[in-house]
């Protein structure tokens, strides 16, 4: 297998190189290195929108490089699965074993009992997408529609606005009205923050909508805790206002959009009564914020992710997207919205040679329901990759009963050992972005930078695309065994991408997107739909049965389960990264009035549970949520808790209206009190048995 010279940074040194990590930022940094070790990670002005400060993520990211949990060569099972029982095996013959099975399955069932299982949102260009795509597309493999993160919101985008870019972060400090909304910047995306109090401090009206009173929530002018899988209905609401009161852009929308009748005619029952009803905000809170929005110029609305994760997901992003549109907010400087400026840099991956094969498709959702029911072909090699699917899918039981097949060969490739590996036949060593090539992209922030290894390779761990080219070398893939090594892959890459973003990459330069840095939305940059209009009744959206645009189905709470459960980021994880250097148990926050008519007292130990699982774990009480939602951090791995169960061992694999995207905040729950046992008690019992 080629290996790429590794980088040799002996006695003291400091290395620009970029985060590629699941983060709308991607920040530049400079990583100070000594003796060949990372001594420090601080922020580097190449990127000036994160040139100032990183996140403490990042900043301690040399303790998973260096952690005791890192892998560091190839491990066999050894003994029952799950039980994390491994020994050392060379990487030849763990090649040999991964091929010899392939080989095996495809002469038994063909190619599609093959299931190559990965997300990569903390991957970039290189790591992701490229020999690997090759080797599974040349396999005739199953294919993942990885649709656990912003599937719904990318739906509604997609139909609404083509992905048109949309306001850059310096562009904040001119907006007159600042709505987040579904969106924590503190937790995830924190460089917007700085220029959100700038704004504020130039006279700015800040309005935050969220379940939970999060840090920016406390300088809110107003602050609306909605309940979950309500934004569709408040969105809505507003529409029918700006209608109503001739406050709506009708000429705007006459030259720019399609679709407008339908919009209003689907606003016109929610009323701010019959809103307040669904999402538990007072009429006039909505009435407040409806006249808010319709005065100010500029006006500017961040759309965040967590609006998506429930039954009205689609529904609720393109009725928040809708709202610049129908009151005229586009056109000057701060106003308009954000969402994900990925597409704005053009790239596709041109750099793939294997067309996409017509195999089946499975849902990313519904991994647990792969593994336990297929049968034509059942899946029988399961490759995972970029990846955690025990604690980050939903339905954790069913994943896990699907793990735990004897018959099923899974391979987990990753940087340490995971929850997921634990079920694996074998576990290989990845590098971090510390020690390989890549292309970063931001998808808040306008960047895309190359990231660029600052220490040799830890131990005997391998790039993405050298192990998966070793792969097609030995399967006979040529297009995968084409990427010998990182720089062949990064050449192909690069020389794929927009000619001047490529070219500025190569030169260790830092590339401006087509758009400028700071496109002001309708005058640099318009809807990329066909006919660049905007569509507000989007047509031939992959959607579920019977959904139509900004429909509204009702909250799925009963009786015995009542508590909406909500998984929102967090400062410690990225995903599920970095979980396993989470120290402290993980703890339900709950609303003091939810907690006192249950009995339950701040620190207790409690059991969260519905009709599809537990968590046991401790909980906190306070008023920084709204009544009936409780919260349980996202990423959290199985040492967090008293019984080896996440959040996710209570959200349902339904779909989410539009783009079958995940509905993490459908888990509909009940909490009590365990006064049999403390936390310690319960997890020690657990690991030993």
């Not at 002005?45 to 005791?68: E, L, M, Q, S």
């Not at 460089?191 to 130039?202: C, G, I, M, T």
């Not at 596709?348 to 094969?357: F, G, M, S, V």
């Not at 391998?462 to 990182?486: D, K, M, Q, S, T």
Request: charged content about 20%; glycine content about 8%; proline content about 7%.
């Amino acid at each position: 297998m080629a290996r790429r010279d590794a980088p040799r940074h002996w006695g003291k040194s400091t290395v620009e190189t970029a985060c590629p990590l699941d983060c709308p930022d991607s920040c530049s940094l400079s990583v100070e290195v000594e003796e060949g070790r990372i001594v420090s990670i601080d922020a580097s002005p190449r990127n000036p929108t994160t040139g100032a400060f990183i996140c403490a993520k990042v900043r301690g990211f040399a303790d998973r490089v260096y952690g005791t949990e890192r892998l560091q060569y190839p491990i066999a099972r050894k003994g029952p699965k799950g039980r994390g029982a491994f020994e050392r095996v060379s990487w030849d013959e763990a090649i040999e074993q991964i091929a010899g099975r392939i080989e095996a399955t495809r002469a038994k069932w063909g190619g599609e009992a093959i299931l190559p299982l990965s997300y990569g949102g903390s991957n970039g260009f290189v790591s992701q997408d490229t020999a690997d795509a090759e080797l599974f597309g040349g396999l005739g493999a199953s294919r993942m529609a990885r649709t656990v993160c912003a599937a719904a919101t990318g739906a509604a985008y997609e139909g609404l606005y083509g992905r048109m870019p949309g306001v850059a972060y310096a562009d904040y400090v001119h907006a007159k009205l600042i709505v987040i909304w579904g969106a924590n910047p503190m937790a995830s995306g924190s460089h917007l923050v700085p220029f959100v109090k700038e704004a504020q401090r130039r006279g700015a009206t800040l309005v935050v909508l969220d379940p939970r009173r999060t840090g920016l929530a406390r300088t809110a002018d107003l602050h609306l805790p909605l309940r979950p899988g309500s934004d569709v209905a408040v969105a809505l609401s507003l529409i029918r206002f700006l209608f109503d009161t001739a406050r709506a852009d009708t000429a705007f929308l006459a030259e720019h959009a399609t679709g407008v009748e339908r919009l209003r005619d689907r606003a016109r029952p929610w009323t701010f009564e019959r809103a307040a009803e669904v999402s538990g905000l007072p009429p006039s809170a909505l009435a407040q914020f409806a006249d808010l929005y319709a005065s100010a110029s500029p006006a500017l609305i961040r759309c965040g992710w967590g609006l998506e994760r429930n039954r009205n997901g689609g529904s609720a992003v393109m009725a928040v997207l809708a709202l610049p549109a129908v009151a005229g907010k586009f056109g000057v400087r701060g106003g308009g919205f954000t969402m994900s400026n990925s597409a704005a840099w053009g790239i596709t991956k041109r750099w793939l040679q294997t067309p996409e094969p017509a195999t089946r498709v499975i849902n990313m959702n519904r991994v647990g329901r792969a593994l336990t029911e297929l049968t034509d072909p059942p899946i029988d090699v399961l490759f995972v990759y970029n990846h955690n699917p025990l604690v980050t899918l939903p339905d954790q039981n069913r994943v896990l009963r699907g793990l735990a097949r004897e018959d099923l060969f899974t391979v987990v490739f990753d940087q340490v050992m995971t929850d997921t590996a634990r079920f694996a036949d074998l576990v290989l060593p990845s590098t971090t972005f510390l020690e390989t090539y890549d292309i970063a992209r931001g998808y808040g922030a306008y960047s895309l930078q190359l990231v660029k290894p600052v220490i040799e390779a830890v131990g005997e761990s391998r790039p993405n695309v050298e192990v998966f080219a070793a792969l097609g070398a030995r399967l006979g893939i040529e297009a995968a065994a084409a990427y010998e090594c990182e720089a062949e892959a990064l050449l192909r890459v690069a020389s794929a991408l927009p000619p001047d973003a490529g070219a500025a990459l190569l030169a260790d330069a830092v590339p401006v997107p087509p758009s400028g840095p700071a496109p002001v939305q309708f005058v640099d940059v318009f809807p990329l739909t066909p006919d660049h209009r905007i569509h507000l009744w989007p047509e031939g959206l992959v959607s579920e049965p019977g959904a139509e645009p900004y429909g509204w189905q009702p909250d799925p709470a009963t009786d015995q389960h009542p508590l909406c459960l909500i998984s929102p980021a967090s400062e410690k994880t990225v995903n599920s990264t970095l979980g396993e250097l989470r120290v402290q148990p993980a703890s339900l926050y709950m609303h003091r009035d939810d907690a006192a008519a249950r009995g339950i007292e701040d620190g207790d130990t409690v059991r969260v549970f519905n009709a599809l699982g537990e968590v046991h774990c401790l909980v906190t009480l306070g008023e920084a949520i709204a009544p009936g939602t409780v919260s349980l951090p996202k990423g959290l791995w199985t040492r967090s808790t008293g019984n080896e169960r996440v959040t996710t061992a209570l959200v349902p694999d339904t779909l989410t209206d539009f783009g079958a995207g995940a509905c993490f905040n459908d888990a509909r729950v009940e909490v009590r009190r365990i006064v049999t046992a403390d936390l310690e008690q319960q997890r020690v019992s657990v690991w030993v048995n």
